[in-house]
Structures are given as C-alpha cells and as structure tokens.
C-alpha cells in the first residue's frame, strides 16, 4: 500500500513539474524564423510569443506591439476568397504608388472591380482613385444615407435684420430676366461645371425663401392699405 502510494507521489510530481514547464514556455518569448530564396526577400516570417511578422527585418519587427505586420513591396498584400472560390478580395500595392487598394475580382470572369483607395493624406476614395486635394472622401456614384449632417457657420438669419437690403421687386424681375437665374444662386452653367456646396447651397436657398416670406408679407401689407383706400372711397359715394 505504500508502495503504491509513492509510486502515485511520483506520478504526481512529474505531472506538476511538466505542467510547470509548459505554462514556463509559454511565458517565454519565441523567436521562430523561416526562410524564402526564390525572390531574395531573405527572412519573410518572424515570430514572438504575441506578434507575426511577415516580410519584417527582425530589429523593426521586435520594435512594434502589433500582433501581425507585413512589410512587402507593390501587389497583394493580403488575399480573402469566398467559400465556393469564386470570389476574390485582396488589399493591393500598385506599383510605385503610395496607396493600398482592395479589389474584387471575379475568378470564373476575370473581371476586376477596385472598391476603395487610401492614401497617405488621410483621403478615401470609392470607385474612384482621383480625389481632389481639399477632399478626405471621393464618391464614384451615388450615395444612399439615412441621415447626413452638415455644419454650416453663415446661417442667414441675418435676412430679418433692419439694415437688411433687397431688391425691389421691379429689381428682381430685370435681374431674371438678364441672367435667367436667382441673384446670389449660381447659375445652371456653373453648377454642371463645378457642382454645388451642399452646406453652402441650403443656406442660399433658406435666404430666397426668407425674403420672399418678407415680399410676401411687404405684398399683403399693400393689399390692405389698398382695401383700406377701396373702402374710403366707396363711403365717400
């Protein structure tokens, strides 16, 4: 009986002491390394307890906390497929350009669609690779949204105040008529050429209806004085 209970109390120790190493190297750092020759790019996986790298010199590697890094040159970073290997995503390096791209492509077509570019500059472009200097988002088509805001600072209240100056109506009609558009609204020729400011525009167009809520108002005072002369002269007869 005590020789059995020894031989456990040894069985016991042994499991202890295994157990002890492997949760030891598990804590310890790794430093697993692999080899690619074919096309030079020497060390093409580095690997610590926590982090892979892939492509990665081992002094920039181990200076980073990221738990993968890829470090390659133009093409295909990273490749998903679809489950019936018909569709392929990829994050893409076109050559000598500072940009990551993801593509579709069609495997039994051979179509390739580009959805999305980055840059460096913090711009984003969907379908469409040439975004203007002043812009972080470029739209190839149409934009379906539920709610969008806008920021506007020149809101024009300002219409309602005393010293506010309009044309007379006499004004306005000859401008129309010279310029076949609004006094302050740009024209249907600049618009096709530049597009509009969304902000800018809604702001513009609350200031036409704001002052034709003033002609408005200016008109209905007249109609009255006139109904008040109408009335005078009728109890004159």
Known sequence: MKKDYVILTIVFGLVCVLQ???LTAQEQQLDVKAYYKPYNYGKFLSTTSTSVGLFMDPIDFNATSA??????GWGDWIQLYS?????EWAFHNPTE???LVIYHRDVDAGTITYMMY???????????????????????GKIYAREIE???????????TP???????????AYVNRYSHLPGIPSAETVSKEGINLGEMDGLLLQKVEELTL???????????????????????
């Open 97 to 99: 350009e500072d940009q």
């Open 20 to 22: 002890l190493k492997e």
């Open 215 to 237: 002609y408005v108002i200016e008109l209905k005072k007249e109609i009255e004085e006139l109904k008040v002369k109408q009335g005078n002269s009728s109890n004159l007869k």
């Open 83 to 87: 489950q019936n290997m018909k569709h």
């Open 118 to 140: 980055f840059n460096p500059k913090g711009q984003i472009g969907i379908g469409t690779s040439k975004m203007p200097i002043d812009a972080k988002l470029a739209v190839e």
């Open 163 to 173: 010293d506010y100056k309009m044309l007379t109506l006499s004004e306005l009609e």
């Open 150 to 160: 806008v920021n506007n600072n020149s809101w024009p209240d300002y219409v309602f």
């Open 67 to 72: 738990r993968l890094m890829i470090q390659k």
